[in-house]
């Protein structure tokens, strides 16, 4: 109870300085803040690979990959104030604070907050007692979820493509000391109508 | 597991809202990413806490596609972001308009 309580006021304590903090930099540090406390509220819950994968993972890789892209593009940014839409914040706000009622509305009434809404802990437990929770979410994501976890690795191929077109075209550009693609392509298709004009 | 599962249902109905009034509010883009991050974390938060509910591990297995899904969109928007970087020396949202013309 007092550990759930220490998570609850950490996660929401590091989202709300989120929103208010004017540094990337303090962001992302927050973010990680909220992360490491919603890996506490995995292991509360018995989800303990989870919680392991959240660590390494979210707080650390995808994490120190943000803060490499604040440090490359400059962390003095400051970002601007003013607002391009007017009273754009606080219709924002104002939708922000109808959606968390609606979510809360939803996780009251139909999970029936008091009685616990149908708590299947004890199988859980006894899941992870006894082919163990690792063991457990290796045979659910290797039988039920095989193709899912296939077409993950697509995913992972295309992403991996994508990227490597994008920082392709960056090389181009300053190794060629052009503006933009357009141009090194109109100049290759140029050499070609004078080669074969020279044909 | 004391607590009961509808309280870990409201904190991330909660930080799922906070995550989508930062989308809205803020300028920057790589902010603007975290606060995805953010509601992509309140998610695997709800999945966790129905799979407790089930009393089974089908949503915690979910949380790897979420996850996989969070890093490959992490890499390719933040490749994409320093690209505009690059090109105009800025990363607030409202000057990137290349689409307008």
Known sequence: MVVFGVMFVMALGCSLAMLFAPNAVHVALYLVGAQIALALAFLLQGAFFVAAIQIIVYAGAIMVLFLFVIMLLGIDLKESLNEPLSGQRGIAIGLGALLAVGLLFVAIQGVDLAAGGGDGAEALTALNRDPGNVKALARTLFSDYLLPFEVTSILLVVAIVGVMVLARRLSAVETEGRPSLSSTEATKSDRELEESGVA | ?101
């Open chain 2, 1 to 101: 597991m004391s607590v009961a599962p509808g309280f870990y249902l409201v904190l991330a109905g909660l930080m799922f809202a906070i995550g989508v009034v930062g989308v809205l509010v803020r300028r920057n883009a790589i902010v603007i990413f975290m606060f995805v991050e953010l509601m992509l974390n309140a998610v695997n938060l709800m999945f966790v806490t129905f799979a407790r509910q089930h009393g089974t591990v089908d949503g915690q297995v979910l949380v790897f596609f979420v996850l996989v899904v969070a890093a490959a969109e992490v890499v390719v928007g933040l490749a994409i972001i320093s690209l505009i970087f690059r090109h105009r020396v800025s990363s607030n949202v409202d000057e990137i308009n290349l689409l307008r013309r």
